[in-house]
């Protein structure tokens, strides 16, 4: 009956969403059609939310009747699981992100809406792209859809790889992420279809700036996650997917640097019109390759072609009419020069950058397609490629940031600003040549790369900070907190790369084994029970003596669909994790150990939750200045 | 005027130029660092490629046998069939008639897999395969 009434309230929401965008549309001419614009879009959006709501209420309560839950949940899941089973495949995943979208598109509209013909544009876009998605949802991806008439008594289960809090709240927020740029792209095609003369950059600023907070905060979860779910101790893969969650990140940070820069001296306005329309059109792209499975990746979602023809067409016509859009109505030439040296300056190099590393990135997602297409053979695009290209990318940017700190709107560049930076270069090389004499480090060149665009940064904000008297002016604590957190991730990254060191090894119980830096002693193997698994729990210690650290390495096997995922067992301090995984029983009755030392990863984790505190300053900042 | 319009042409061909000389070297250093991803039955068919390389199948029915830390099986593509020799510890989700991709290189005619995958999901099938069906 609920499952019923959720598919109703779903379908009414979708009728309403068609109506707001056929009178929105209307109300271009007839301008008394207006006020009924906002209750109507109102409800269709607090209906799709309720039928949200009571898809979480069937999932929480058991209704095995509706075939998504059936599929993927079970009566002896934790309600935390049973919630996050919703996120956990196809249907849900996109019910989500409608209902996301929603939301988003109602808080807006609420908050923005005053009776101009500019956020008339708006609401009619908002509502047409949530009418589009709900198609989508209720035609190829009902998750309400009922099995009848004979009902399982008990759900499949989720992949228990998926039973983790991390993965029940990183695929949210990165949603929260992708689909807030809807804001920023309605308010780009807005501007361009009503000519408003207004600066529809102050109102969507903020919008956007929490988008990107949420997007940095739901990737960094995403690949936490990786790290100590996954067990191949790494953290970044370079894999399609997380390529097309890096695409609008990229774009985003170029279009939140870009708007401050029209916002503050009405410069590179056409410019975050562009970016806006580019960072939606790329969220939608990533759901595309996502859902349709085109691309071969190591993460498999489920797949169907129908789907991935209707998403494709969906993306097409959007980006066909806003692009052209912007062609015909959006360029306009600046006459104005800009000043070397000055902070705008910095932020077009900013942008220059970016946009160099969107489009490789898309390269390297899109070339397998193209190479498989023309000339019939299969390809993939590695690590190799991406790092040669971040690499030297990362060092100018970081040059640039660092050298940026103190420069100031529409002023030119002055000498004196540059000792600092002179400064910063002398002690990051010097630092690096004490490492090699003492410690005999030796970087590769791309390590080099990101460790010393890192550490410049770290560096010269630091001394910025120290040095100058008028600590006022350049204190805009969010972006340097946020930039402080790229540098110690840049040298996470370099030093991670450089330093880690793994061995497998086979050991019997009870008898340590040398390997070339750590003793290993396998002291026993225990078999436990959870609450929806039993597990064999291995009690290693690595390096007995003082300093010996007790691990317990993990194999679970889950009850219900009989999976097998391992646990990692992890010792971290602020440089070093030591990162234990329990392998297979080989056939000489031994069992096999990979132990991992992987240096500052801390350094990693650190550096993006300094971003996102720091895009949240910066955000309360554009708050107080908007208001 | 004209002299405004010819330093805007000329700025935009000096944008064309550099953007495309950028996508050359990007295009270049892509065309160095791929990896081409084959299945058993393509390895019959082509001449062994040098080098590292993908392969993807699925594992063969008791063909897995663990000594020390090597793993050994067998990844066949039920038309052809190669013996993979895998140094460390296997993921979860392998094991056998189930998707494997594997990397690395031929040596003689065994495979010297680096990395090792297996899916996600339990109903994959590696695209390979599936297309052929």
Redesign the interface.
């Known amino acids: 009956m609920i499952g019923e009434l959720a598919n109703f309230l779903l379908v009414l929401s979708l009728s309403l969403f068609l109506g707001s965008t056929l009178l929105g549309l209307s109300a271009r001419k007839t301008a008394s059609i207006r006020i009924l614009l906002v209750p109507i879009f109102t409800n269709a959006n607090l209906l799709l939310l309720f039928s949200f709501a009571l898809l979480v209420y069937l999932a929480v309560t058991d209704d095995f009747s509706i075939r998504y839950i059936a599929s993927h949940s079970n009566s002896a899941l934790p309600i935390f699981y049973k919630i996050s089973a919703i996120w956990s495949a196809h249907e849900g995943s996109m019910f989500l992100w409608v209902s996301l979208l929603g939301i988003w598109s109602l808080l807006f509209i609420r908050n923005n809406y005053k009776k101009d013909l500019f956020n008339t544009d708006i609401l009619t876009l908002l509502s047409l792209i949530l009418f589009l998605f709900s198609a989508f949802l209720i035609f190829t991806s009902n998750p309400l859809e009922r099995i009848l008439p004979i009902t399982p008594t008990n759900g499949a289960d989720i992949n228990p790889i998926l039973q983790d809090p991390g993965l029940a709240i990183h695929p949210p927020m990165l949603y929260m992420g992708y689909v807030g740029f809807v804001i920023p792209f309605a308010g780009a095609v807005a501007n361009l279809t009503s000519g408003s003369t207004g600066n529809w950059v102050t109102s969507v600023k903020s919008w956007t700036i929490s988008a990107w907070a949420f997007l940095t905060a739901g990737i960094g979860l995403g690949s936490a996650w990786a790290y100590y779910e996954l067990g191949w101790g790494g953290y970044w893969f370079w894999d399609p997917v997380e390529n097309i969650a890096l695409l609008p990140w990229l774009c985003g940070t170029a279009l939140v640097h870009s708007m401050t820069v029209s916002s503050k001296t009405s410069d590179l306005k056409s410019w975050s019109n562009f970016l806006a329309i580019l960072v939606f059109v790329l969220s939608l792209f990533g759901a595309f390759i996502v859902r349709s499975g085109i691309i071969d990746s190591v993460h498999s979602f489920a797949s169907d072609p129908t789907r991935g023809l209707y998403l494709l067409s969906m993306i097409a016509s959007i980006s066909l009419f806003s692009f052209s859009l912007f062609a015909i109505k959006g360029i306009n030439y600046s006459k104005k020069v800009t000043l070397l040296g000055s902070k705008e300056s910095f932020i077009y190099i900013n942008n220059i950058l970016l946009m160099t590393a969107i489009f490789s990135v898309l390269i390297g997602v899109l070339y397998p397609l193209i190479y498989e297409a023309s000339l019939n053979s299969r390809i993939s695009v590695g690590p190799p490629f991406y790092n040669t290209i971040f690499g030297p990318m990362v060092l100018i940017a970081g040059l640039f940031i660092g050298s940026s700190i103190e420069a100031q709107w529409q002023r030119p560049f002055q000498l004196a600003k540059l000792i600092n930076p002179i400064i910063s270069v002398v002690i990051t090389f010097a630092v690096i040549f004490v490492l090699y004499l003492v410690k005999g480090i030796i970087f590769s060149a791309l390590e080099l790369l990101s460790l010393i665009g890192g550490s410049f940064i770290l560096i010269s904000y630091m001394l910025s900070l120290l040095i100058t008297e008028n600590k006022k002016r350049i204190i805009n604590s969010g972006s340097i907190i946020a930039h402080l957190g790229l540098g110690i991730l840049l040298m996470g990254v370099a030093l991670n790369s450089n330093l880690s060191y793994e061995e497998t090894i086979a050991v019997e119980i009870n008898s340590p084994k040398q390997t070339a830096r750590n003793v290993i002693l396998l002291h026993n193997i225990k078999e436990t029970e959870g609450p929806n698994f039993s597990s064999i729990v291995a009690e290693v210690e690595v390096n007995p003596g003082p300093n010996a650290v007790n691990l317990f390495p993990e194999k679970r096997r889950y009850i219900t669909r009989g999976q097998v995922t391992s646990e990692t067992a992890i010792y971290s301090n602020l440089y070093r994790d030591i990162y234990l995984n329990l392998g297979e029983l080989n056939d000489q009755n031994q069992w096999i150990l990979r132990l991992q030392l992987n240096y500052f990863i801390s350094f990693i984790w650190g550096g993006v939750m300094l971003m996102v505190l720091g895009i949240l300053i910066f955000l309360r900042r554009a708050n107080n200045e908007s208001a | 005027m004209n002299k405004v319009r010819t330093l805007?042409g000329l700025t935009t061909l000096g944008i064309i130029l550099l953007a495309a000389a950028?996508?050359t070297l990007?295009?270049l250093?892509?065309n160095n660092?791929?990896?081409?991803?084959?299945s058993p039955k393509d390895l019959q068919n082509i001449e062994a490629p040098k080098g590292n390389f993908?392969l993807g199948g699925m594992v063969l029915e008791n063909s897995i046998?663990?000594?020390?830390?090597v793993?050994t099986f067998i990844l066949t593509d039920y038309e052809s069939s190669i013996k993979v020799n895998f140094?460390?510890?296997?993921?979860?989700?392998f094991k056998e008639n189930s998707g494997a991709v594997v990397y690395g290189y031929l040596d003689s005619n065994e495979f010297i897999a680096y990395e090792l995958?297996a899916?996600?999901?339990?109903n994959?099938m590696?695209?390979?395969i599936v297309k052929e069906e």
């Open positions: 805007k950028g996508v990007i295009l250093s892509l660092k791929l990896d081409y991803f084959y993908k046998e663990v000594q020390g830390i793993t140094t460390g510890v296997t993921p979860d989700l995958y899916k996600h999901d339990e994959y590696p695209p390979t």
